[in-house]
């Protein structure tokens, strides 16, 4: 039997990646055809693309020839980033300005996604006008990437994100659930910053806000340019692990605040906070509240479940 694929083709880099991922899940949920790339997790599920290979990118978008590509791929690791800077900013800056090229030789609408890093964090919120000062490398090499796609393809939206949370396959994935062990061994104190303000937000926001962006780009060609989008709920991470704590009924008072600003690992902005007006008066965009998406992202990692499961079982 023919299967009836969808007549709208969307490529989707990193992804195996937390946010690739939610992407890859949301279109392709939304009538969309969507192929997703990665590199070292990508078999069975996805295609193994080295986007450092110019040849087997350019392949792969002239053999699918997609309307749309999502760049999910980057290395997003701040401290990664100032160890590894040639590595990281092959990825970040010169694999995304050949994605770009790329995209632009086959007419694909090209979505970059960027960070809230790119700006200082003394003066938030920030519009898509204000003018980026990247503290830390990674922050730098986004900007450059941004820079590089937009140089080389005008059908680009550069999608400016913060601190992202979701469905995670191991707690390391995200900087937001990777506190959830410290919350749950409270036998020991643990030391929280609560120096930094941070937005989490939740991948299959992000998600819908990219398959948004792209159905009213194929309705409308003058939807490009830069974007942001953010969870509204200002947070630091002491406050993300008390409300972590209080959304699975856990104590919280072995959680130490720490106001004072962080001296180890890169710079990071005190509050990077993005202003989302522009996407909202488009009609675009959805926010999922943080306790109940942190609870359906953790609800597997807590450790009282399946005690409970191995006494009753």
Known sequence: EDVDVPGRRVLITGATGLLGRAVFKEFNENNWNAVGCGYRRAQPRFEQINLLDSIAVHDI???FQPHVIVHCAAE???????????TASQLNVSAS?????EAAGVGAFLIYISTDYVFDG????????DVPNPLNLYGKTKLEGEKAVLENTEDAAVLRIPVLYGE???LEESAVTVMFDKVQFSNKSANMDHWQQRFPTNVKDVAAVCRQLAEKRMLDPSVKGTFHWSGNEQMTKYEMACAIADAFNLPSSHLRPITDCPVVGALRPRNAQLDCSKLEMLGIGQRTP????????????????????????
């Open 61 to 63: 978008i002239h053999d």
């Open 76 to 86: 997003r690791r701040p401290d990664v980033v100032e160890s590894q800077p040639d």
């Open 97 to 101: 300005g050949n994605l770009a090229k």
């Open 122 to 129: 003394t003066s938030p919120p920030y519009k898509e006008t």
């Open 168 to 170: 995670v396959e191991r």
């Open 290 to 313: 943080f306790r109940a998406g942190i609870k359906e992202s953790l609800w597997p990692f807590l450790v009282d479940k399946r005690w409970r499961q191995t006494v009753f079982h």
